[in-house]
């Protein structure tokens, strides 16, 4: 299983950025996709995930109400559209994959597929 993440960029606070998750190498049907964050000094925290057979969303407080996950079955491709950034925001966005049960879907040890990561800077 091979992810591409991409879409990071510096943006001023209030500003937005689509993050896209490009997936590959496997069906991805009783898998969920989750976005998580790592800013220096400070460990992986989850940001919001997705089933991919499934509709329903999950986010993290922080995000709620500011960051969209959707996906494209077709493209194997799923998206972080993230709207009113915040400094806050700023950090090293990866996205991963796995047989998440669903208690542990905002568990970074529960996927077991990475990807390289994008860089997010938000500047006030």
């Known amino acids: 299983v091979q992810l591409q993440a991409s879409g990071g960029g510096s943006v001023q606070a209030g500003g937005s950025l689509r993050l896209s998750c490009a997936a590959s190498g496997r069906t991805f049907s009783s898998y969920a996709v989750g976005w998580f964050r790592q800013a220096p000094g400070k460990e992986r925290e989850f940001v919001s995930a997705?089933?991919?057979?499934?509709?329903?969303?999950y986010y993290a407080d922080s995000v709620k109400g500011r960051f969209t996950i959707s996906r494209d079955n077709a493209k194997i491709t799923v998206f972080l559209q993230m709207n009113s950034l915040k400094p806050e925001d700023t950090a090293v966005y990866y996205c991963?994959?796995?047989?998440?049960?669903?208690?542990?879907?905002?568990?970074?040890?529960?996927?077991?597929?990475w990807g390289q990561g994008t860089q997010v800077t938000v500047s006030s």
């Open positions: 997705i089933r991919w057979s499934g509709s329903v969303p």
């Open positions: 991963a994959a796995g047989r998440v049960i669903l208690s542990m879907i905002r568990f970074p040890r529960a996927y077991n597929y």
